[in-house]
């Protein structure tokens, strides 16, 4: 019955293909209020909203909400933004975004909210309703050498913008600072965010930033203070598996730099805002070859002798990465065939052993009771290795089929990723992952149906035992 409810969902959503043919073709100025009759001086409004069904093998042994299960099925809102930039002046900028991320049945809800948000995972309330909006960035920005030459639309050779606030001009790698709003393969492998809610918000931290090009050369460099986070490390007897491993304890810590550069070899990208683009659906012929680095002193720590007494020995956080991006139009406007694709290796230092597990919204998953088969080391529901002390290398490629293939607005873009890490902690063993799927593009990124199918590892004795996967149908409208 589940799987039945679940093809009826996925039928009337990709049903939506029928309004494909009323979009408008161009969202330029999103929802703009100009305070000059030249256009110079404004406030813009931009927002979407993504929503996801999903099917997902759970990992063995888990329980949902108590009750031991397989798999599951649920909706969800994976994402939800309201941006606003106020063009004060040709060198003044300053952008607001606010949103909501990860909304399930049973998890994503207000903390200390009770039967009205997040009653706690002790079953005393519900899990997933009134989920909190929040300030992802927040910055002020000034044009030392602007982009444009005065009076006229002809670029400089050279340009510097600086900022100060909450932001997201990161560096490590392009999709480190990824646009949620115009994914490739509908989301990211998540370790290209390695701070994630640690010692960053989302992804942003507070700081001051330089941006700007060097003919073809783009750049940005953060000097950044990382949020404070203050785990302890575990103590375990010597001898054991995960002795002395490192934890996020960063109270010693200073200040963070981090900066990101990429040869720009055919059109220029737009760096207006940080975001980066997934794809550009045949709109744009981009390559680009870049390398990052992030670094912050004593940001994790280790207990000296492994005991619960020992004094903590901290460590730096050392980060780099470097990637390709193509996206390349062919075979005329006719048909305007395109091919996207990205790789990129990273090199992560934590201290010894650092590991993380996680994923994209697992609900309210425990053990089951009864349960004595095998268990993932990374824990329970969709849970896997994702971040830690190694090295990860992730590619991800997509073809544009053509115009001609129907006679309206309707693009098909078909996608595939791999995923290889190795950590640390796990000595030589690999760990993989692979997806598939499609995007069915109703009006451009601004009206989107995503279907994919993505595996994920499933650690048993420090190795991947098997996989288990997850069937996910998305929209996503953006204004």
Known sequence: MKQLLFICALCLITGLSSFAQGGSPEYKDGMRIKFDSSGKKYIQF????????????ANPGTAINGVQKDSWTDFSIRQFRLTTYSQLGPRYLIVANIGIDNQTFSSGGSSGGGNTGNGSAQFQGTLGKKPELYVHDLWNEYAVLPDHKDA?????????YVGTGLHYWMGISRMTTASSSNYLALDVPLYNWPLVDLSDQFARQIGVYAKGHVYKLSYRWAVNKPFTVLNQPV????????????VDNNAAGGLSTTGYVAWQFFERESDFLPFTVGTYVGTKKVLNVGAGYYYTASGTTTQRSNTATAALQEHNIGLWATDVFADIPFGGNTSNWAFTGYSVY???HFGPGYLRNGSIMNVNAGAAERYNGVKSQAGFGNLAPIIGTGTSWFTQAGILLPKTMWRSAVRVQAFGEYSWQRFQRYGSNAF???SCGSN?????????VTLKYQTRPVVVADRQYTSRGTFIVATQVSL
């Open 346 to 348: 990273y090199n992560y």
């Open 152 to 160: 006229s639309c002809r670029m400089n050779n050279v340009s510097l």
């Open 440 to 448: 069915i593009f109703l009006d451009g990124h601004h009206a989107r």
């Open 46 to 57: 931009n927002t979407y909203a993504t929503f996801w069904a999903r099917h997902t093998r």
């Open 235 to 246: 103590a375990y007897p010597a001898g054991a598996p995960d002795s002395g491993y490192a």
């Open 432 to 434: 993989t992952y692979w």
